[in-house]
Each structure stands twice: as structure tokens, then as C-alpha cells.
């Protein structure tokens, strides 16, 4: 496996690929791989005969108040997990080769200032401009991204139609632990009494899809069912939001239907966690 840190590098070996006829996939992250970092990478692999993995801590998608300084990094560790899963490049850019005096966003509007960017007014603009770059670098023809973020998978589809870039978004569903948490870089940071309550996230799923299969269609009254029973009494669990939204615009729904997905985000302790599913069986 090769270790590029230069942007052009990256750029001139996937010319050279293509040019034999490579087809690359790309896994953009973050680092401090887990088991669903691993999935998604081995799903990347059967997508294309070329896997590039990407690792990155972008700066411009966390907020001011946010654990930019202190997001979990272990390039050393990393590094060997993607050379297991075979790997042909890790991408690995500093932040001043990715960045030298941006004055260019890319935005998509409309779906980005809900849910999650309500929160987190620039989130989104930080994660498009990144995924935009990192395409244009790497060229690549498949790119596989996690389902836990959701709506990020929702705005990179909408970026990529929009531009009408010729890159196939392939969705991994979410890899969790076995009690139900959905695997995340960010659950090192809850203590064993928080990653307890963290549980009430994939239980409220789990109950509302029983809700649904039941026969309850009703959006408000199953987001109050939720609340009520999954989140209002537990200390140090503060809900970001509880919504049941349409799975491709993102819009609430007031009926719930085949393409609804219910999506939560809540704060146990000082970390962020999120969670969706679909609500009907697929
Ligand atoms: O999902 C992530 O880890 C990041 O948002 C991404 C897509 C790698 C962009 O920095």
C-alpha cells in the first residue's frame, strides 16, 4: 500500500490509473477506524478494482465550540487496518496542503440547514467542500459512505446529481456494536455509565419500527411516544432533535410511509451521537 500525503501526487497516480483502465473506489474518513470504517472499505473493495482510502480530520466541518483538537487520531493504527483490508493507497493530506487560502465553499442548500445543521450552521458547507475536493484529487468512480450520517449521505447524493458528477454514492448500511450502539469514532469519549445511556438511541429505533409494524402511522405521535419513553427521564441525555423525515428531501412527515426515516441526535454527557433507521421493513 502507498502512503500519499501530496494532493498532486494523489491526482497523478489516479491518472495514471485510469488511464490502464483502473476503476478507483474512494472512502473518504476521518480516521480512528473502527469495524464500520472497515465495512465500508471492504464493500469499496468489491465495488472497483482500486481502493483508495482517505484520511483526513477536516478542519472547516467542525464548529468553534466543537472536539476538533481533541478528535481521536492514531495514524499508525489506522494505517495498518487499511493495509489489511488491501488497501491500494492511503490518501493522508495535511491540512495545509488541503487548504492554503480558501475562499471557495461548496453549499447545497436546502437540506443542509435541518436536522443536524441546525445545530451546526457550516457543518455541511465543510464536509461538501471537502468530499468536493477530494474528488476532484482522486477521481474516483464509486464512493462509499456510512448511512449513520444520514443526511450527510442525503447532501453528498444531491452535491453529486446537482454537478453532475460521474460518481456512483453507495450507501453502507450502519455496523453496530452487539447491543445495538451504532459504532462510532466519537463513543471513546463516553464513560461506561454514558455509553449505557447512549443505548437509548438504537432502542427508541428499534421500539418505533415495532410502533410502525403495529400499525401506528402517526409521525407526531410516535416522536412523543419516543420522547416520552426513551429520553425523558434519563440524566445527561439531551435530545438535539427526535424527526421522522422523507428519506431523500429530508422534509418531516406528518404520515409515515415506505421511504420515512426517523433520525435522532442527542447529547450523552458532552458527546454527540446520532442514529437513524428506516421505519418500515425493507
Ligand atoms: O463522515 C466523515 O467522516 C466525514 O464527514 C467525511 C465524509 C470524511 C468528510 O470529512
Not at 239 to 255: A, F, G, H, R
Request: glycine fraction near 6%; hydrophobic fraction near 40%; include cysteine.
Amino acid at each position: 500500500m502507498e502512503i500519499i500525503q501530496s494532493p498532486s501526487d494523489m491526482t497523478s497516480w489516479s491518472n495514471r490509473m485510469i488511464v490502464d483502465g483502473g476503476k478507483i473506489a474512494l472512502v473518504p474518513t476521518m480516521g480512528y477506524f473502527h469495524d464500520g470504517h472497515l465495512a465500508l472499505m471492504k464493500r469499496a473493495r468489491e465495488e472497483c478494482d482500486l481502493l483508495v482510502v482517505s484520511l483526513f480530520v477536516n478542519p472547516i466541518q467542525f464548529g468553534p465550540n466543537e472536539d476538533l483538537d481533541k478528535y481521536p487520531r492514531d495514524f499508525e493504527g489506522d494505517a495498518a487496518k487499511v493495509e489489511q483490508v488491501g488497501s491500494d493507497v492511503l490518501f493522508a493530506p495535511d491540512a495545509s496542503a488541503m487548504y492554503r487560502s480558501p475562499l471557495t465553499r461548496v453549499v447545497v442548500s436546502g437540506l443542509t440547514e435541518t436536522l443536524c445543521g441546525s445545530d451546526r450552521p457550516r457543518h455541511f458547507e465543510g464536509v461538501t467542500t471537502v468530499v468536493a475536493k477530494l474528488f476532484h484529487i482522486v477521481k474516483p468512480h464509486v464512493a462509499v459512505f456510512g448511512e449513520k450520517d444520514f443526511q450527510q449521505l442525503a447532501v453528498i447524493r444531491r452535491m453529486v446529481g446537482d454537478l453532475n458528477w460521474d460518481i456512483s454514492i453507495v450507501g453502507h448500511p450502519i455496523v453496530r456494536e452487539h447491543d445495538g450502539l451504532a459504532m462510532s469514532s466519537r463513543n471513546m469519549y463516553l464513560s461506561s455509565e454514558e455509553r449505557k445511556k447512549a443505548l437509548s438511541l438504537s432502542s427508541a429505533l428499534a421500539f418505533a419500527r415495532g410502533r410502525v409494524q403495529a400499525g401506528c402511522l402517526d409521525a407526531e405521535e410516535l416522536i412523543a411516544e419516543i420522547s416520552t419513553r426513551f429520553f425523558s427521564e434519563i440524566d445527561e441525555v439531551q435530545v438535539d432533535y427526535i424527526s421522522i423525515i422523507n428519506s431523500e428531501d429530508l422534509s418531516p412527515q406528518q404520515k409515515i410511509s415506505e421511504n420515512s426515516q426517523l433520525a435522532i441526535a442527542a447529547k450523552v454527557g458532552k458527546t454527540r451521537l446520532i442514529d437513524n433507521c428506516r421505519l418500515f421493513e425493507e
